[in-house]
Structures are given as C-alpha cells and as structure tokens.
C-alpha cells in the first residue's frame, strides 16, 4: 500500500508564501519516480499544480501557478516539496500528493497517477 502524507497547509494572507511537503514511505518513493501536486476547490474538478520525475531535473507546472509555485526533493528523505509564494485568493483548495510508476501521457494529468495522499487545506485570504 503506497503512503504518501501531505502537511504545510495552512491560512495566509495574499501575498504570503507556503510551503507543502509530501512525506511518501521508501518503497513508494523508489519505485513511483514521478510525483504530483494537484488543488480541488469543492464542487470542482481536481487541476495539476506542479509535477517532476524524482530521477532527473525537469519540471512541469501549470500556467496558473508558474513563477510563483516551486516543486522540489529531498531523495534522502523521500519528501516532495511545493514552494508556495505570492499567493492569490484563487490558490484556496485542498492539495493533494500524488505518485505515479509511470507516465504513460501527459505528466499534469491526474489520471496518469496511481497514489494520492489524504490532502492538506490551503486558504488564502485577501
């Protein structure tokens, strides 16, 4: 069973910055080499955020968050970060940790991921 535990979520104000962390247990961080951010507003569907392969350097963000969100690793302690700065308003939803084995598509695709963590809340207020 993959775990992968999300924290960091909190409430700011606009402008403010946070920082998500995505905590996944060993095997499921070796053997899921690509890892996700995605956001759900309720009543919305769930949109990407950022995304990376935890073997190399790219990294992939949607246009709504580019500039501003930062995903990043720590391999050593199997944890995928997400750098939140001059956060909107319309950044308030619950995100979520995902990992996927492969990527078989479009690595901003929710439905190319296997794991997902149990959330973490971020409101932003103005």
């Known amino acids: 069973q993959a775990q992968l535990v999300e924290s960091g979520g909190d409430s700011v104000q606009a402008g403010g910055s946070l920082r998500l962390s995505c905590a996944a247990s060993?095997?499921?961080?070796?053997?899921?080499?690509?890892m996700g951010w995605f956001r759900q507003v309720p009543g919305e569907e769930r949109e990407a955020v950022a995304a990376m392969w935890t073997g190399g350097i790219m990294k992939y963000y949607s246009d709504s968050v580019k500039g501003r969100f930062t995903i990043s690793q720590d391999n050593a302690k199997s944890t995928v970060y997400l750098q939140m700065d001059s956060l909107k308003p319309e950044d308030t939803a619950m995100y979520y940790c995902a990992a996927a084995r492969q990527i078989y598509g479009r690595i901003l695709d929710r439905s190319e991921y296997n794991y997902w963590g149990q959330g973490t809340q971020v409101t932003v207020s103005s």
């Open positions: 060993k095997d499921t961080y070796s053997n899921n080499k690509y």
